[in-house]
């Protein structure tokens, strides 16, 4: 009797491991809603990670993170962050603009951290950058706002133009502030401007292929995740065919011709860096929208030699970093 009593004593013992991690909580969940898949965006989801860290998260160690990507197919948003709010994650980060529409349109309960490179207020995100209110918080590196200043850098460096292109994603609900923004400031340099959409691997050949047959003496390249994550597409096509084109901080960096703008994966740090502190208790109504304000220009002179093109002195002396 006492034998068995004893046996029953050791398997209960060895049970008590077991209900310990039974009853240990659940790590904290982080719902990723992204325009596109993480191997094109792989600065930037580093970045993200590296926020995180400095916020004192690891994912596999002090939470999890459940990736949500649409592939670049804009229509697939709302679902996907639908997911998320039926999986109850506990923040969502949602990167980029079309992302945080949608899932702001999914929940207010669920906290949400975004990061866009459009005006959150213009855009309906948001009623107050130093107030958001509701459940949604995050970072704006307003590189959407310096499109008619990218106009312009791109007028000095080909004077002769008389016409310029500007490349947007139809997706992008911002594409059409784009448009004005840069018809705008188009219509007061006496350019002719040309706007062309792409938000696929084939209409961005089938937009080169135009841009050759029209003779635009430049192109200016919109703020967007899809384009992002086709940077050496793009650099590669620009090259090719000899057009002169600006976009993002990383384009000259990747071999493009001249870029003008923040830090994406600055950016994307800070919306990580916000989303632990969310983790960790933070109300997003309390955390005021981070603005990215710091702005270089990044002229490439391996691809102006490439291109035939002189950069003018009036454009190297404003450069924060030359690539020789």
């Given at each position: 009797?006492?034998?068995?009593?004893?046996?029953?004593g050791?398997g209960s013992?060895?049970?008590?491991?077991?209900?310990t991690r039974a009853q240990q909580?659940?790590l904290?969940?982080?719902?990723?809603?992204?325009?596109?898949?993480?191997?094109g965006y792989?600065r930037?989801?580093a970045?993200?990670?590296q926020?995180?860290?400095?916020?004192g998260?690891?994912?596999?160690r002090n939470?999890?993170i459940?990736?949500?990507?649409?592939e670049g197919?804009y229509?697939?948003l709302?679902?996907?962050?639908a997911?998320?709010?039926r999986?109850?994650?506990?923040?969502?980060?949602?990167?980029?603009?079309?992302?945080a529409?949608?899932?702001?349109s999914?929940t207010?309960?669920?906290?949400?951290v975004?990061?866009?490179?459009?005006d959150p207020v213009e855009?309906g995100?948001?009623t107050?950058?130093s107030?958001?209110?509701?459940?949604?918080?995050?970072?704006?590196?307003?590189?959407?706002?310096?499109?008619?200043?990218?106009l312009?850098?791109l007028?000095?460096?080909?004077?002769?133009?008389?016409k310029?292109a500007v490349?947007?994603?139809?997706?992008?609900?911002?594409?059409a502030?784009?448009?004005?923004?840069t018809q705008t400031?188009?219509?007061?340099l006496?350019?002719?401007?040309?706007?062309l959409?792409?938000s696929?691997?084939?209409e961005?050949d089938?937009?080169?292929?135009?841009?050759v047959q029209?003779?635009?003496?430049?192109?200016?390249?919109?703020?967007?995740p899809?384009?992002?994550?086709?940077m050496?597409k793009?650099v590669?096509?620009?090259?090719r065919?000899?057009?002169?084109?600006?976009?993002?901080?990383?384009?000259?960096?990747a071999?493009?011709?001249?870029?003008y703008g923040?830090?994406v994966?600055?950016?994307?740090?800070l919306a990580?860096v916000?989303?632990g502190?969310?983790l960790?208790g933070a109300?997003?109504?309390?955390?005021?929208?981070?603005q990215?304000?710091?702005?270089e220009?990044v002229?490439?002179?391996?691809?102006?030699k490439a291109?035939?093109?002189?950069i003018?002195t009036s454009?190297l002396v404003?450069?924060?970093?030359?690539?020789?």
């Amino acid at each position: 009797m006492k034998r068995r009593t004893f046996i029953a004593g050791l398997g209960s013992a060895a049970a008590w491991p077991l209900a310990t991690r039974a009853q240990q909580p659940a790590l904290p969940v982080i719902g990723v809603l992204n325009a596109i898949s993480s191997a094109g965006y792989a600065r930037e989801v580093a970045a993200f990670r590296q926020g995180l860290n400095e916020s004192g998260y690891v994912e596999g160690r002090n939470v999890v993170i459940e990736n949500r990507s649409a592939e670049g197919q804009y229509g697939r948003l709302p679902s996907l962050a639908a997911d998320l709010v039926r999986r109850q994650v506990t923040v969502i980060a949602a990167l980029g603009a079309p992302p945080a529409l949608a899932a702001k349109s999914a929940t207010t309960a669920i906290p949400i951290v975004f990061e866009v490179g459009v005006d959150p207020v213009e855009i309906g995100l948001i009623t107050s950058l130093s107030r958001p209110g509701g459940n949604i918080t995050g970072v704006s590196n307003l590189n959407l706002e310096l499109m008619p200043k990218k106009l312009q850098l791109l007028h000095e460096l080909v004077p002769a133009a008389t016409k310029i292109a500007v490349l947007v994603n139809p997706g992008n609900p911002n594409s059409a502030i784009v448009l004005k923004e840069t018809q705008t400031a188009a219509h007061a340099l006496g350019i002719e401007l040309d706007g062309l959409r792409a938000s696929s691997e084939r209409e961005i050949d089938e937009v080169f292929a135009s841009l050759v047959q029209s003779r635009a003496g430049g192109l200016v390249i919109a703020p967007d995740p899809f384009f992002i994550s086709r940077m050496d597409k793009l650099v590669a096509l620009t090259v090719r065919h000899a057009i002169p084109t600006v976009h993002n901080r990383e384009f000259a960096a990747a071999g493009g011709l001249i870029s003008y703008g923040g830090s994406v994966p600055d950016a994307y740090r800070l919306a990580g860096v916000y989303t632990g502190r969310v983790l960790a208790g933070a109300k997003p109504a309390d955390l005021p929208v981070q603005q990215s304000t710091r702005v270089e220009l990044v002229i490439n002179l391996k691809t102006a030699k490439a291109l035939d093109i002189t950069i003018p002195t009036s454009l190297l002396v404003r450069a924060d970093e030359v690539i020789e």
